[in-house]
């Protein structure tokens, strides 16, 4: 059965870290580009970051761009959010998702259809 299933999600204070995995079955994970995404309430989607099938491709919004670190364990079927000077506007839920991807890129842009997404996990960031 297919499955991405999140974890790590939870409270954090601001300037804290949580570090979110994203875990895989049933498919060809290698195959797959991964993209983080999250939606704060009342807020679109929007995508935070992403990582190519071989890792060796990483991409980040700006809002991001130098405090998160996204990582893939092929071995493990799994991809890790490290999120460092967590900000209160980071608290959303944060989904993975998963796209096959032929090439050595990876994109978080708006018309890029991702194929399957994990259930979500909650981060709040506050005092």
């Known amino acids: 059965q297919l499955q991405l299933v999140e974890s790590g999600g939870g409270l954090a204070h601001p300037g804290g870290s949580l570090r979110l995995s994203c875990a895989a079955t049933?498919?060809?994970?290698?195959?797959?580009?991964i993209g983080w995404f999250r939606q704060a309430p009342g807020k679109e989607r929007e995508g935070v970051s992403c990582?190519?099938?071989?890792?060796?491709?990483?991409n980040y919004a700006n809002s991001v761009k130098g405090r998160f670190t996204i990582s893939r364990d092929n071995a493990k079927n799994t991809v890790y959010l490290q999120m460092n000077s967590l900000k209160p506007e980071d608290t959303a839920v944060y989904y993975c998702?998963?796209?096959?991807?032929?090439?050595?890129?990876?994109?978080?842009?708006?018309?890029?259809?991702?194929?399957?997404w994990g259930q979500g996990t909650l981060v709040t960031v506050k005092a």
């Open positions: 998702a998963a796209v096959l991807w032929g090439g050595l890129a990876c994109s978080v842009a708006a018309g890029i259809e991702y194929d399957y």
């Open positions: 049933g498919f060809t994970f290698d195959h797959y580009a």
């Open positions: 990582i190519s099938r071989s890792g060796g491709t990483t």
